[in-house]
Structure formats: C-alpha cells, structure tokens
C-alpha cells in the first residue's frame, strides 16, 4: 500500500505534495466533540501524518509532473511548508484541504477529501543515534461545516 498526500489552500501552485516516499502513516478518526455532546454537527475529524526528513540520497527524477527537484531537496521544501501552515494561527490560509491518494494495488485505489483542516501541533524528532528524522502532523477539521469529507 502507498498513499500521496495532497494539501491545498485553493491555489494548486501553493500545494504541498507529500509522495510516498516520505510517508511512513497516516490515521483519520472521526468521533464526537466532546461526549456529553451527542448532536450529529458537533462531530470532529482527525487526523495524523508521519512521514520521514530525509537525508544522504542520491539525486532522483520524478514523472509526476510536480516538480524535478531530488527526493532530498522535495522533502525539505516539504518540511519547511508545513512548519510554516503550522505557524500560520488566525491567518487567511489557516484552513486547508487534505487529500489522501490510497494506491491499494492490483490497480485498486482510495482517494479521502477532508475540507477545512488546520494545524493542530507540528512535532519533528530528530536522533543523531538512530540517524533519523521524522515528522508528525497532527490535523483538526473545523467545526460547523456541512461538507467535512469525501470518499471515492
């Protein structure tokens, strides 16, 4: 299974395009705001992406018409978008579209659109020892919204 994550505030020049070899998870979980609140429009989605910094790769190609930028290169410019949405608080492009492009194999694929999600903590954890990096984009949708996702 690999997944490609898309995130996009309407401009497809500003999206951030998370490929498949940077992913390592991603989780969504929808469930009630708060559990003595048992009313259908208070419910909440999140969701958490893991993915990998990474390091000491050899230049590569991609096809997917997005870039030509090397693995290395692709994923820090990556990194640096998300830690500055994650900053963005209260600003205009604060909220932001996720999707989640699922290859199953076999030709079977899953496609998730979640609308209107923010930032809710950016971690990044960085080892010497291990020698690796990794990152951990914990997401919110916002409340009160009609359409919240999408599956196809």
Do not use: P
């Amino acid at each position: 299974m690999k997944y490609n994550v898309k995130i996009s505030k309407g401009n497809e020049n500003s999206a951030i395009n998370i490929g498949e070899d940077e992913i390592i998870e991603v989780k969504y979980s929808i469930g009630l705001v708060s559990s003595n609140d048992f009313a259908n429009n208070r419910s909440s989605i999140e969701m958490e992406i893991k993915g990998k910094m990474i390091s000491n790769l050899e230049e590569r190609k991609f096809e997917d018409g997005i870039d030509n930028d090397s693995l290395y290169t692709r994923n820090k410019k990556n990194i640096i978008s998300l830690a500055e949405w994650a900053e963005s608080y209260m600003k205009e492009d604060d909220y932001r579209n996720v999707e989640v492009f699922v290859n199953l194999g076999s030709n079977k694929k899953i496609e998730y659109k979640f609308m209107n999600m923010f930032v809710q903590e950016f971690l990044q954890e960085l080892s010497i020892e291990k020698g690796i990096g990794i990152f951990i984009l914990k997401l919110r949708q916002k409340f009160h919204q009609e359409d919240k996702m999408k599956i196809k």
